[in-house]
Structures are given as C-alpha cells and as structure tokens.
C-alpha cells in the first residue's frame, strides 16, 4: 500500500493539502488559498470544482501537482444562489449540479452546462426552487437544498427545510430537469441532510440532521421513486444536549452504514440486515477523538476511515478490518481549521 494525497475543504479560506501514509499516519503538505468557506470539494480529473460557502460562489481549480495536492484558481463563478453547501457532476460529465443552502438568502439548487473543457457555463443555468417549510421554526422557516445527487437517470435532491426528497429527470443534451414525481416527504421535522445509495441493493439512506434519525427507502427502478421502509435513531441513548448527524456513507464491504453524530460526537456503526422491515440495525458508536464530525471518508483502498471534526479542529484516521468488523484510532492531525470536507487526489 503506497501513500496517498487527499485535499481537505474548510469553513476558512484554505484548501489543505495531506497526506494519509501506508501505515495510517496524517502529513500537512501544503496550504493553497480559496475563497470563503470552501467546504464541500468535488475532484475530476486535473480539476477540482469547490464551493465558496461564504461567498455564494463556485471556484474552479487546476490540480497542478496530484502527490503534493498543489493547487491554481482558474474560475470563480456566482453559485446562482446563498450559501452553497454540495456540488456532484452526472455520468455523462456535462452537468455541474449546486446546491444552495440558503442561509442568507433564497435556497435552491442550479444545473450549470460543462463546456469542452469542463468548466461551468453561467449564461446556460436552470435555476429550481422548492416551495414549503416545516414544522421547526428555528431551522424550516423556507426550503433549505443541502444535497444533490446524481444516481441512475435521475437528480435528487435533498431539502432540510422542507422534510423532502425530491426526484428529477433529466436531460444532458439541454441541461434541463424537471420534478419527476411527488416529493417525498419525510417524518416532520427530520431535517433531511444527506442521501446515499447502496450499489447492490434497492436501498437508499438518508441522513436526518434535526431529530437524529436514518431514513430507509426502497427505491423502485422504472421510476426512480423511493418507498419508505425503516427509521432509526443514530444515537445510543436519549440526551438532552443537542446531536445533529451529518454525513453517511456505506463501508467499502457494503456490510455497514455508518451516520456521523455531531453532539453526541461519534459515528453510529449500523448493520445492514436482511429482513426486509428491519434493514438497520445498531452494531456499536465509535468515538470520533475530536467533536463536529461534519464529514468521514474511506480511503480508495478502503483500509482507512478519515473523520473531519470542524470543531475542534483535527482530523481523525481509523484503520478498518474488514475480517473483525472492527475500527481502531491510529492518528491525528491537529491545527486544521474548521475541517469540513475530503476528496482524495492521488
């Protein structure tokens, strides 16, 4: 196993470039600047397409160096709204899909046209909103878009604000998407962060960051729709301080599902069933060493699990086997300014 480079979003204005080597061990290599807040980082290619969360723009970057994650700004464009917080490109490699979260302004989520060279078309953008809110007056006031992604033929898109799901169709040669049935509405209040599909099975997840549950949905595959199946708390026991889970993602070997806690400030390790009413299950909470988990990836070789804690400022690696089912803490990274994002680079 050789070692690998990875680049690091962030809630300042700096894009981190590291280092994960063969044994587990977490190296700064260099900082490269961006504009503000650019936490959420999407890699293809020579490019790296990131968020200017605070700026309500997107920057383009050329990966110059892919071993030492060295960086230069090409573009910034207008995320066509406020607060941009996710970015995912279609199968095809020509649409660049924003979500704009809307903290500051009007959510909505944009289709952008990726010309020949991959750069995003301003002048061409579909621009969609979502109408409603929910039942949390502090956090649903309006429609708050905080994932897009792209699966099959279809966009989904996640809204916290308005406890929905929303599946699009559509079209790469014009760019254009529209609602392809009705939105799919959450328990009220779950807040509905983040989604992710398993690639053997006909299930999606979703994260819900305001009441700390996990959402399980077959997904029909003529239409793309998902039907509820299962909710599950993300915590181990019933606290009165505040958790708001975040990212989820599948272990490598698809056997678990693991949601991040930020609050109870660990990650829920769930079993994937196959009882059909029962698909999760809690096996165990991993303690993340560090508090804010916003974001955790598996290495490609999918011997590591990397956990950004945005709070307290590190950044946490965990060696997985895959035989035992079991993580073990191997290092830290310290001094790391408000870590909100991963994309390995090399």
Not at 79 to 99: E, F, H, N, R
Not at 102 to 110: E, L, P, Q, R
Not at 136 to 162: A, E, M, P, W
Not at 311 to 319: A, H, K, V
Request: include cysteine; charged fraction near 20%; glycine fraction near 6%.
């Amino acid at each position: 196993m050789s070692n690998q480079t990875f680049l690091v979003g962030s809630g300042s204005e700096t894009i981190y470039a590291c280092r994960l080597t063969h044994d587990g061990q977490l190296l700064l290599l260099n900082e490269n600047k961006s504009g503000k807040g650019p936490s959420w980082l999407l890699a293809r290619d020579d490019l790296l397409y990131a968020v200017n969360e605070q700026d309500d723009k997107v920057e383009i970057f050329t990966i110059d160096d892919h071993i030492q994650g060295k960086l230069t700004s090409k573009k910034v464009i207008s995320s066509q709204g406020s607060t941009p917080c996710s970015l995912d490109i279609d199968s095809t490699g020509k649409l660049l899909a924003v979500a704009n979260y809307g903290g500051s302004g009007s959510s909505n989520f944009v289709l952008l046209p990726l010309n020949k060279s991959h750069i995003p078309e301003e002048n061409n953008a579909q621009i969609i909103s979502i109408d409603g809110r929910g039942p949390n007056h502090d956090r649903q006031s309006h429609s708050h878009c905080h994932h897009v992604k792209f699966y099959q033929n279809y966009l989904y898109i996640i809204d916290l604000g308005t406890d929905t799901i929303n599946v699009y169709r559509y079209d790469d040669t014009n760019g254009q998407a529209h609602l392809h049935c009705d939105r799919i509405k959450t328990q009220p209040g779950a807040g509905p962060r983040h989604i992710c599909f398993h690639p053997d099975k006909s299930l999606a997840f979703v994260s819900n960051e305001l009441d700390s549950t996990t959402n399980v949905y077959r997904i029909d595959p003529i239409i793309g729709k998902l039907e509820h199946q299962q909710t599950i708390t993300t915590r181990h026991r019933e606290d009165e301080k505040e958790n708001t889970p975040a990212e989820l993602q599948l272990t490598p070997d698809k056997k678990h599902l693991l949601v991040s806690n930020r609050g109870d400030e660990n990650i829920v390790i769930y079993n994937i069933n196959d009882n059909n009413n029962q698909v999760l299950s809690i096996k165990e909470h991993l303690d993340v060493h560090g508090s804010g988990p916003r974001y955790f990836t598996f290495d490609p070789t999918g011997h590591f699990l990397l956990v950004t804690n945005q709070n307290s400022n590190n950044l946490t690696c965990f060696s997985y086997n895959r035989s035992k089912d079991t993580f073990e803490f191997i290092s830290q990274l310290v001094n790391i300014e408000s870590p909100q994002h991963i994309v390995f680079i090399s």
